[in-house]
């Protein structure tokens, strides 16, 4: 796939897409359900108003931030299964050190902004060094990172569900919730009236976006991580160190996922909760990120499309029949066809489309 | 064997003395009541708990020696599951009994060996990559899984189904100690350590066995011997996924139900029995035990509640993903086949 041109990659994005949703389409209809009315429901959900606009993009900010965590580590030849573990520990720490650090503040628009700071500081601090954890054991234990980062996961959920419930729990909680942070401790709404959404979220992204671009195209320690993840002798020889590498790549990657995590605690939830209920944004990355072929600014278009597939996911969770966990499985599908690249170019070859026969 | 694998296995060797030796002392120093912790009814749990991870572990080993990294199997774990269930229902209209189980485990194998198949093609002769095409898998296990329990029952959670019952052999289950354990339990139990030995047996003693260890470290020569590699490959890689498809029909066959919510009952087992082989170094009765330490891991929780020690469930439910990586910080780096992930293309 490295090898593929741009046009190449986005023929098979495309047609990975409109396969899994082809195959989506047809085991709504092999269930019995209405496939026409399936359609039209999922475009009203991802588009179909501005509350459905706004949804859309509320879920492609954290797609968009959720992915490019993962493309950071893909691009440099690390596996990192971990970003949901990475965005559940920032995310919480997000919260705690913005219940912590309140009082000691002014309240307010001052205090507010002081606080996101610390929030994202916190959350880009924590969940980098969540990542580094598995990026530490796999270069000096060589410790298999898919593995580890997948284990991780499971004991971020596990650790902090765990926390929610009991330590941290807000006093006279019912539900398993932390304390809410303050109300002056969130992102205005511009151009959209929507809770959970604001236009600011959406701007983080394509910040964290951009700079990641730099940093991966356009400076040496970018140069450094690519080289290493796919000629390692080459850029040993040239005087890098790999192990170091695998570490600081896998601390860039945890501190994207950890401010990923920030942007959901602070413009979405406002509290904490217990993190297997909270969506799956970190495993639906690696999706975008495959569909992007791991290229930051891909990123933004991917983001966008998974962002929609997500809200016409909740739509019609609560407007059809239709289980909406058929969206999980199409994403599944999605990225095991970005993972047979030679599939779409025998079959363009076979009907004609182009392709280079070999 | 190299004198550097030879090195390797008495480093191994050492260090899992050691970790128990640092075990038995904690627990002296800490005045754990051992004897009350290990009975043989926590052995027996312990198996059962192990048998869904060592099946799959069996599976994923052969396919890892023919030159293939199944990283699909957790994914094949859940449709495993998740056909069992859904078909225990459909066939008994709802209450099902002991005959459905066995048939819903066979409706499960015969389910995953149409996956593998198309599985392997997109592997073998697609050339797909086999991290992302594994992770896939996964993912699409996530969400069509429970997709199917929701079409049946309305909900991720089937409700109380048929779990297996024990099979007492008579007079063998008498024996003391090894009688409860293995001829008063699971006739899945008994079943799988057969097969681990079976495994083992055909891997290293028989012709088809070294054309498997042949395909994975030696392709070109296999080729040579006039052996078709890609098929050997195709074997392997369909066996792994069956085997997984029955380790997930097993999950629930001694659940008894299904569960569909977060990441579903088979809840990173597969990853586990992926990690149960490296462990056990490739052999097949190595990862059965292997997949016994975290069927010990998964099921200390009731034991620790018997003995009287207050931990978290939420808490003791994560030792198995503990030990994962403590497993593989210590024993990571392990020789894997050399042509694994490569594919394998004949001259002719």
Sequence with gaps: MLRASVIERLAIATASTALALLIGVTIVAAAGYDPVQFITSMLQGALGGQSAVARTLRFSTLFILTGVAVAVAFRAGVFNIGVQGQFVVGGFMTIMSIVWTAPLLPEGAVGGVGLILIGFVAGAGSGGLYGALPGALKAYADANVIITTIMLNFIATGVVGWLVQNPFRGEGNAAPNTERIPEYVSFPSILFDSSGFSIVGLAIALAVVAVIYVVMERSRFGYDMVTSGHQESAATYSGVDAKRTVVSTMTLSGMVAGIAGAVFAIMIQGYYTDPSGIGTYGFDAIAVSLLAANNPLGIIPAGLLFGGLESAGSHIGIYTDVPVQLIDGVIGLVILFVAVPELFRMAAVRTGLGGEKR | ?348
Excluded: C
């Excluded at chain 2, 260090?15 to 800490?30: F, H, N, P, Q």
């Excluded at chain 2, 819903?104 to 995953?112: H, R, Y």
């Excluded at chain 2, 997949?291 to 939420?314: C, H, K, S, W, Y």
């Design chain 2, 1 to 348: 064997m190299s004198d550097d694998a030879a090195g390797d296995n008495r480093v191994r060797n050492a260090a899992l003395v050691g970790i128990l030796v640092v075990a038995v002392l904690a627990a002296t120093a800490l005045d754990l009541p051992i004897v009350d912790i290990v009975t043989i009814g926590f052995v027996e749990r312990s198996l059962q708990a192990a048998t869904p991870i060592a099946l799959t572990a069996i599976g994923g080993l052969y396919a890892e020696k023919s030159g293939v990294f199944n990283i699909g199997v957790e994914g094949f774990m859940i449709f495993g599951a998740a056909t069992a269930a859904t078909t225990m229902w459909i066939i008994s209209g709802g209450s099902p009994g002991q005959g459905d189980v066995w048939l819903a485990i066979l409706a499960s194998v015969l389910v995953s060996l149409a996956f593998a198949v198309v599985f392997a093609v997109l592997l073998i002769r697609y050339e797909a990559d086999q991290i992302v095409a594994g992770l896939a898998l996964w993912f699409i296990g996530l969400g069509f899984g429970p997709f199917m329990a929701v079409l049946v029952w309305d909900s991720r959670n089937s409700p109380s189904l048929e779990g297996i019952n024990d099979l007492t052999v008579p007079v063998l289950a008498d024996v003391p100690v090894l009688g409860p354990i293995f001829f008063d339990t699971s006739p899945l139990v008994l079943f799988t350590a057969v097969l681990a030995v079976v495994a083992w047996k055909f891997l290293n003693d028989t012709r088809y066995g070294y054309w498997i260890q042949a395909a994975g470290e030696n392709p070109e020569a296999l080729d040579t011997a006039g052996i078709d590699v890609t098929r050997v490959r195709y074997a392997a890689v369909i066996f792994s996924g069956v085997m997984a498809g029955l380790g997930g029909a097993v999950l629930l066959a001694h659940a008894g139900s299904f569960t569909g919510t977060g990441e579903t009952m088979v809840s990173g087992r597969g990853w586990i029995g992926i990690v149960a082989y490296l462990f056990g170094n490739y052999n097949p009765i190595g990862a059965a035990v292997a997949a016994l330490v975290f069927g010990g891991l998964d099921m200390l929780q009731i034991q620790l509640q018997t003995v009287g020690i207050e931990v978290p469930n939420r808490l003791v439910n994560l030792f198995p993903y503990a030990g994962v990586i403590l497993v593989l910080t210590v024993w990571g780096s392990t020789r894997t086949p050399s042509a694994v992930g490569e594919t394998y293309e004949s001259e002719e």
